[in-house]
T-cell receptor
């Protein structure tokens, strides 16, 4: 069963705008990661945020984590056409089986 | 540094045939895993290994076998292919089970399998 659910399932924005996608999960976690998947390719690790962190930045990426709401958001600022991809959150459960569980993903399309 | 290499990239099988999907990594990662990706269902874990000689089942292991005789290789065997196994298969590796303390999981580029 899926631990993470991304929202929205699909998002289209104009190039230059900011893109925000959300991830909700069901059980307490150790950490949460975000991955990007370009069409027909494998997933690429973007960023990891630990359960005791609330916000993390990496270049144009900003990730927040709210453990009380069991949710995370990924913000991509100043979007580019190359950001067109699917984005997945992945969690490992506290006291769980120490494996990553992936959500179903958000399909992001950047319109030039 | 090739990362994670999967072969073949595409494969068509007839129902009942068997085959092996290959996965190799050159990063000396202890942890390796196989996922399948189906539309609308995200990635589901098939089997994983925490080191040479150690394997375990994931969420959807039925119809698949794995072995880990070396740190580098983690092949996935389909015993008797069924149309329900039509999917894209990804191999991933990491220094740790959960990808923490490193750069997460490193994924191969996938094998697109069609069973007719």
């Amino acid at each position: 069963s899926q631990q993470g659910e991304e929202d929205p399932q699909a998002l289209s924005i104009q190039e230059g705008e900011n893109a925000t996608m959300n991830c909700s999960y069901k059980t307490s976690i150790n950490n949460l990661q975000w991955y990007r998947q370009n069409s027909g390719r494998g997933l690429v690790h973007l960023i990891l945020i630990r359960s005791n962190e609330r916000e993390k930045h990496s270049g144009r990426l900003r990730v927040t984590l709210d453990t009380s709401k069991k949710s995370s958001s990924l913000l991509i600022t100043a979007s580019r056409a190359a950001d067109t991809a699917s984005y997945f959150c992945a969690t490992d459960q506290l006291f769980g089986n120490e494996k990553l569980t992936f959500g179903t993903g958000t399909r992001l399309t950047i319109i030039p | 540094n090739a990362g994670v290499t999967q072969t073949p990239k595409f494969q068509v099988l007839k129902t009942g045939q068997s085959m092996t999907l290959q996965c190799a990594q050159d990063m000396n990662h202890e942890y390796m895993s196989w996922y399948r990706q189906d539309p609308g269902m995200g990635l589901r874990l098939i089997h994983y290994s925490v080191g040479a000689g150690i394997t375990d089942q994931g969420e959807v292991p039925n119809g698949y076998n794995v072995s880990r005789s070396t740190t580098e290789d983690f092949p996935l065997r389909l015993l008797s292919a069924a149309p329900s196994q039509t999917s894209v298969y990804f191999c991933a590796s990491s220094y740790s089970n959960t990808g923490t303390g490193s750069r997460g999981y490193t994924f191969g580029s996938g094998t697109r399998l069609t069973v007719v």
